[in-house]
């Protein structure tokens, strides 16, 4: 059975930092492809990152240079480093996983970015 669970979100102040986790389990986590989504209220679904499992890049516009995906195979687990967070941040995260033709989701994280 795949699961993936995310963890790390919280409520952080603007300007700070947060590292969101997504731990795997139930298929071949070092060949799949891992992505983060986000979801802010009365808004649509958006990418934020991914991760090939070659280990290659890609972020959506707003998040470049704040932002920094990264995975441990070891630990079946892909990273989300989050800084200099701004309000419009503020969003439910979810991690994705592509296997061969199956995406499968996470139930998410709040990430709160308020003062």
């Known amino acids: 059975q795949v699961q993936l669970v995310e963890s790390g979100g919280g409520l952080v102040q603007p300007g700070g930092s947060l590292r969101l986790s997504c731990a795997a389990s139930?298929?071949?986590?070092?060949?799949?492809?891992m992505r983060w989504f986000r979801q802010a209220p009365g808004k649509e679904r958006e990418l934020v990152a991914s991760i090939s499992s070659m280990g290659s890049t890609n972020y959506a516009d707003s998040m470049k240079g704040r932002f920094t995906i990264s995975r441990d195979n070891t630990k079946k687990t892909v990273y989300l480093q989050m800084n200099n967070l701004k309000s419009e941040d503020t969003a439910v995260y979810f991690c994705?996983?592509?296997?061969?033709?199956?995406?499968?989701w996470g139930q998410g994280t709040q990430v709160t970015v308020s003062s």
């Open positions: 139930g298929f071949t986590f070092s060949t799949a492809h």
């Open positions: 994705n996983a592509l296997k061969l033709s199956s995406s499968y």
